[in-house]
């Protein structure tokens, strides 16, 4: 009776694991960031883009993501960047974390992100598109500079301001 119970136990667990199908972050994917100043609307591309995804029941199980800091980049040229990257305290923590911790009604992620060394609980709306062997997840989401304890940068001595909220839109792609 003993062996029978662990046999069934071990063919169990073995669909479970089984069930679960692992995807890598696509180089299709894509993210930027929207922003205002005192002068201009702006937006950054982050270049270099790391994830992985483990899907059950096709849905997302595990998100675990990051965006390279330092890879971040606006078209306004490497004061910009240099000024974002010191905002973003890029020498400590060099990484934008994402860590998914639920799905709500398919549509919400629920998780741990984590800008500055500081991290917070995140709710983001998302469209989840799955195909055979690929998942797309994409939306957008507001975030308060200040509530990562950072502070908005500035330039020409303060005459330029960057708004404290900014827009991350993303279309992550991942596939088997």
């Known amino acids: 009776m003993k062996y029978t119970f662990t046999l069934l136990f071990l063919v169990g667990l073995g669909h479970l694991v089984m069930a679960q199908e692992s995807y890598n972050l696509s180089e299709k994917s894509s993210l930027t960031i929207d922003g205002t100043s005192t002068v201009h609307d702006w937006t950054v591309n982050a270049n270099v883009l790391e994830g992985q995804l483990i899907l059950a029941d096709d849905l997302p199980k595990k998100i675990d993501f990051n965006v390279d800091v330092e890879n971040i980049k606006s078209e306004r040229g490497p004061t910009m960047d240099s000024k974002m990257h010191a905002a973003l305290k890029m020498e400590s923590h060099p990484k934008i974390v994402f860590n998914l911790e639920e799905v709500k009604d ?71």
């Open 106 to 176: 398919k549509s919400t992620l629920i998780g741990n992100l984590t800008i500055a060394g500081k991290g917070k609980k995140v709710e983001i709306p998302v469209d989840i598109q799955s195909s055979e062997g690929s998942m797309q997840i994409s939306g957008e989401h507001k975030i308060t500079l200040k509530n990562y304890g950072i502070e908005p940068p500035t330039a020409m001595f303060g005459q330029i301001i960057v708004g404290d909220e900014v827009t991350v839109k993303f279309d992550l792609q991942f596939s088997e």
